[in-house]
C-alpha cells in the first residue's frame, strides 16, 4: 500500500523531493538564459540589470517567507504545497510569454510569493515524519530534489539554443502543473495523535497564538545564533546557484550552453554525496551518541566551503575550477542537511514552518544582496575576488557555530 505506516514517511520524501526539483529548476534555468533573452529584450546585456532580475525574486521570496512559515503552522501543509506548486509553474509558462523587461520582473516577483510557500511546508511536514534517527537522512534527500533542481535548470540555455527561451519556460512549467495533480492524489498531511483524535477523516491544525508564538522563537538565544550561521552561508550559497554558470564560462573559457549544464550538475552530483551520503547518515549515527552531532557535522561540512570559495574565485584550470566546485557541492550538502534537524533541537514542531521561515528570510536576503553585488564585480572585471571574499564570511559563521549551539536534546517538544 503506498500509505503503509511503515513506508510512508520515505514516500513523502520522495514525493516532495520531486516539488523542491521543481522548485529549484523553474527559478534557476533563467540564470542559463541570459544570452538567448537578450537578443529579444535589450535591458538584459548588462549584468547589473540581469542581476537585478535575479534578485527582485529573492526579495520577494525574502519578504514572503515568515508570512509562508506562519502560514504553513496553521493551515493544511498538504493543500499549501499543491497549490504552491501550481501557481509558479504557471507563472514559469508565463514567463515564456514576456516580451519586456518588466514583464519578467513582475512574474519574476510573483514567482517569489509562490515558491516562498513551499520550503516552510515541506520541510516541516518532513521532520513531522522522521525521527531522530532519520530526519537528516531524510532532509538531505529532499535537498538533492533542490540540487537536481539546479542541474536541470542549467539546461534552460541549451533547450533555448535549439528551441526558444519562451519554448523553455513553457515545458518546464507544463511538468510543474501536471505534478501538482499526483500531489493531490498521493500526499497526505502529519496528524499528531492530538489531532487524529479529533477526527480519522478530518485535519484540524493545532494553532499556537501568533504573538506567543513569536515570542517563544525570539526569546531563544540559540535561534539567534542560527538565524547568523544560516545566513552567512547563505552568501555563497545563492552566489553559486545564481552565478556560477557565468563564472565557469568565464574561468574556463566555455561557451554558456556548455558551462550551464556542467557547473550546475557539478554541484549537484557533489551536494547529493555531501547530503545524502556523507551529512545526513553521520549526522543521524552522532547525535545518538553526541547532542551536538548534528552541529559538528554540520560545521564540518562548513570548513570544506571556505577553501573552495579561493580556489573558484582565483582559479582557472579546468581540474582546479571542477575539483573546487566539488568541494563546495559537499560541503554545503553536509550544511544544507543539517539546517531543519538543528532547529529540530531547539524549536518545537508546531513552530518549526515559521522559525524556518525567518531562516529562510535571512538567507535569502543576503543571497539577494550578494547576487546583486556579484553583478557590479562583474561589470568591472572583478568576478573571482568577489567570490573568494566570501570565504572570510563563512568563516565567522562556523566559529559562531561551534561556539554557542549547544542543544540538550534530539527533538524538542516545548511546553506539554
Same mark, same amino acid.
Given at each position: 500500500?503506498?500509505?503503509?505506516?511503515?513506508?510512508?514517511?520515505?514516500?513523502?520524501?520522495?514525493?516532495?523531493?520531486?516539488?523542491?526539483?521543481?522548485?529549484?529548476?523553474?527559478?534557476?534555468?533563467?540564470?542559463?538564459?541570459?544570452?538567448?533573452?537578450?537578443?529579444?529584450?535589450?535591458?538584459?546585456?548588462?549584468?547589473?540589470?540581469?542581476?537585478?532580475?535575479?534578485?527582485?525574486?529573492?526579495?520577494?521570496? *525574502?519578504?514572503m517567507s515568515p508570512i509562508a512559515g506562519t502560514i504553513a503552522d496553521r493551515v493544511n501543509r498538504k493543500w499549501l504545497i499543491v497549490g504552491s506548486l501550481f501557481v509558479w509553474s504557471a507563472v514559469t509558462y508565463g514567463m515564456g510569454l514576456a516580451t519586456t523587461y518588466n514583464q519578467l520582473l513582475g512574474l519574476r516577483a510573483f514567482m517569489g510569493?509562490?515558491?516562498?510557500?513551499?520550503?516552510?511546508? *515541506?520541510?516541516?511536514?518532513?521532520?513531522?515524519?522522521?525521527?531522530?534517527?532519520?530526519?537528516?537522512?531524510?532532509?538531505?534527500?529532499?535537498?538533492?530534489?533542490?540540487?537536481?533542481?539546479?542541474?536541470?535548470?542549467?539546461?534552460?540555455?541549451?533547450?533555448?539554443?535549439?528551441?526558444?527561451?519562451?519554448?523553455?519556460?513553457?515545458?518546464?512549467?507544463?511538468?510543474?502543473?501536471?505534478? @501538482?495533480?499526483?500531489?493531490?492524489?498521493?500526499?497526505?498531511?502529519?496528524?499528531?495523535?492530538?489531532?487524529?483524535?479529533?477526527?480519522?477523516?478530518?485535519?484540524?491544525?493545532?494553532?499556537?497564538?501568533?504573538?506567543?508564538?513569536?515570542?517563544?522563537?525570539?526569546?531563544?538565544?540559540?535561534f539567534w545564533v542560527i538565524l547568523f550561521y544560516f545566513a552567512a552561508p547563505s552568501l555563497p550559497g545563492w552566489a553559486i546557484k545564481n552565478w556560477i554558470p557565468t563564472l565557469f564560462s568565464d574561468s574556463l573559457q566555455i561557451s554558456m550552453s556548455k558551462a550551464g549544464p556542467l557547473s550546475t550538475a557539478v554541484i549537484a552530483a557533489s551536494s547529493?554525496?555531501?547530503?545524502?551520503?556523507?551529512?545526513?547518515?553521520?549526522?543521524?549515527?552522532?547525535?545518538?551518541?553526541?547532542?551536538?552531532?548534528?552541529?559538528?557535522?554540520?560545521?564540518? *561540512?562548513?570548513?570544506?566551503?571556505?577553501? @573552495?570559495?579561493?580556489?573558484?574565485?582565483?582559479?582557472?584550470?579546468?581540474?582546479?575550477?571542477?575539483?573546487?566546485?566539488?568541494?563546495?557541492?559537499?560541503?554545503?550538502?553536509?550544511?544544507?542537511?543539517?539546517?531543519?534537524?538543528?532547529?529540530?533541537?531547539?524549536?518545537?514542531?508546531?513552530?518549526?514552518?515559521?522559525?524556518?521561515?525567518?531562516?529562510?528570510?535571512?538567507?535569502?536576503?543576503?543571497?539577494?544582496?550578494?547576487?546583486?553585488?556579484?553583478?557590479?564585480?562583474?561589470?568591472?572585471?572583478?568576478?573571482?575576488? *568577489?567570490?573568494?571574499?566570501?570565504?572570510?564570511?563563512?568563516?565567522?559563521?562556523?566559529?559562531?557555530?561551534?561556539?554557542?549551539?549547544?542543544?540538550?536534546?534530539?527533538?524538542?517538544?516545548?511546553?506539554?
Open positions: 500500500m503506498l500509505s503503509s505506516k511503515k513506508n510512508y514517511p520515505w514516500i513523502v520524501v520522495g514525493l516532495l523531493s520531486i516539488v523542491a526539483l521543481l522548485n529549484y529548476m523553474d527559478r534557476q534555468m533563467l540564470s542559463t538564459m541570459q544570452n538567448s533573452m537578450k537578443i529579444d529584450i535589450a535591458e538584459l546585456n548588462k549584468a547589473e540589470s540581469f542581476g537585478f532580475l535575479m534578485a527582485v525574486f529573492m526579495y520577494i521570496y *525574502g519578504i510569493v509562490s515558491e516562498a510557500l513551499y520550503i516552510p511546508a *515541506g520541510l516541516s511536514l518532513i521532520t513531522d515524519y522522521h525521527t531522530g534517527k532519520t530526519r537528516s537522512l531524510a532532509v538531505g534527500i529532499h535537498m538533492t530534489g533542490l540540487y537536481l533542481g539546479q542541474a536541470l535548470g542549467g539546461f534552460g540555455d541549451t533547450v533555448a539554443e535549439k528551441f526558444s527561451w519562451h519554448t523553455a519556460f513553457h515545458w518546464f512549467g507544463i511538468i510543474g502543473i501536471i505534478y @501538482s495533480v499526483v500531489l493531490i492524489l498521493f500526499l497526505k498531511e502529519r496528524k499528531s495523535d492530538e489531532q487524529k483524535s479529533i477526527s480519522d477523516m478530518i485535519y484540524k491544525p493545532l494553532k499556537m497564538p501568533l504573538k506567543k508564538g513569536l515570542a517563544m522563537i525570539f526569546s531563544m538565544s540559540a547529493f554525496v555531501g547530503a545524502v551520503f556523507i551529512g545526513g547518515p553521520i549526522s543521524d549515527k552522532w547525535v545518538q551518541k553526541n547532542l551536538r552531532g548534528r552541529v559538528y557535522t554540520s560545521a564540518i *561540512g562548513l570548513s570544506l566551503t571556505i577553501p @573552495s570559495l579561493i580556489l573558484l574565485g582565483y582559479g582557472h584550470s579546468f581540474m582546479v575550477v571542477i575539483g573546487a566546485a566539488i568541494l563546495f557541492g559537499v560541503g554545503y550538502g553536509m550544511f544544507d542537511a543539517n539546517n531543519m534537524p538543528i532547529l529540530c533541537q531547539f524549536v518545537p514542531s508546531k513552530l518549526r514552518a515559521t522559525a524556518y521561515g525567518f531562516m529562510n528570510m535571512v538567507g535569502i536576503f543576503a543571497g539577494a544582496a550578494v547576487t546583486q553585488v556579484l553583478g557590479k564585480f562583474k561589470d568591472i572585471g572583478n568576478f573571482g575576488f *568577489g567570490f573568494a571574499i566570501l570565504s572570510v564570511i563563512v568563516l565567522l559563521a562556523l566559529i559562531v557555530q561551534l561556539s554557542f549551539l549547544r542543544p540538550k536534546t534530539i527533538d524538542y517538544v516545548g511546553e506539554q
